[in-house]
């Protein structure tokens, strides 16, 4: 079974282009289900009855909605693989609903604390200029952090203002910068990377004191260093700037499908959910500013 798994998960990165994050969290949730298996003494050819004991088994550890939904898309995309390979005759989670899950709004920063935030890099040494290119493109551009720290070199068009991204499945977009990130892009360019770098070759654009590929722990342990010097508290993520790009642009007035475009969404519906967050900062705002809010 292990190895069907494995295959499974290789065809699906191949169809799919997921997420490494993605693969690992289905990998995990296939080996835990083959498990449940062997110690009920099933293969993998099971009834829809079996799958719904095993949540039932899942839903007993309080797991949340969200946890069970993705268990059970894992379930579903795995058993639909072994059906199109000959492997089973029926599918046992066809007909299963996915749990209900809330609407959980991203964390985000107000104009005024991502202002602060990249302020905060020492713009004097590399590194920190290094810092401040990175922060003020992510908020310029609305890049995914993974899509952030392996852009390299080659798609970055600095005297037009715009980057070549391939984002998720492969796909690739254009993303436009203004003129703030242009300039710090440019300086980083010119004089914080040929430091970094020294006599050793690299295609990243963005590199550490070792003249190696940034990481995302890395650049989220930086962002953070920054957001404590800035003071700003709370729960941040390392998408963060990202979801202040796109709540900031549907707050001024943005089309919703522009930044579908630019956050390289293939669902309209996983962009929407920055509208209610842009709905919901604007109330705050009125009501602390209006003289009758």
Request: contains cysteine.
């Amino acid at each position: 079974m292990e190895a069907c798994i494995d295959t499974f998960l290789d065809q699906y990165y191949s169809d799919t282009g997921a997420s490494r994050h993605t693969l690992a969290a289905y990998g995990s949730d296939l080996r835990q289900w083959v498990a449940w298996l062997e110690a009920e003494g099933l293969g993998l050819a099971v009834s829809e009855a079996d799958v719904l004991r095993w949540l039932v088994c899942l839903g007993e550890r309080k797991l949340s909605p969200r946890t069970l939904a993705r268990k059970l898309s894992a379930l579903r995309q795995f058993y639909r693989y072994l059906l199109r390979s000959g492997e089973i005759e029926q599918d046992p989670t066809r007909r299963l609903e996915t749990p209900r899950i809330g609407r959980k709004l991203p964390v985000t920063l107000g104009e005024g604390q991502v202002e602060r935030l990249l302020q905060a890099p020492d713009v004097e040494e590399a590194l920190g200029l290094r810092d401040k290119a990175m922060l003020e493109l992510m908020y310029a551009s609305g890049l995914r952090v993974s899509e952030l720290v392996s852009l390299p070199l080659h798609a970055v068009v600095l005297n037009e203002g715009y980057l070549r991204v391939l984002g998720k499945g492969s796909k690739e977009r254009l993303l436009p910068f203004g003129d703030q990130a242009r300039y710090w892009l440019g300086r980083y360019l010119s004089q914080g990377r040929p430091l970094l770098l020294g006599n050793r070759p690299a295609d990243s654009c963005f590199l550490t004191r070792r003249g190696q590929a940034m990481t995302r722990q890395n650049f989220w342990q930086r962002v953070r260093r920054y957001a404590r010097q800035a003071g700003i508290s709370g729960k941040l993520s390392p998408h963060t700037l990202r979801h202040a790009f796109a709540t900031h642009l549907l707050s001024h007035g943005a089309d919703l499908r522009v930044v579908q475009m630019l956050l390289g969404h293939s669902d309209l519906s996983t962009t929407e959910i920055y509208t209610a967050l842009a709905d919901t900062q604007l109330k705050r705002l009125h009501a602390e500013h209006h003289p009758r809010g």
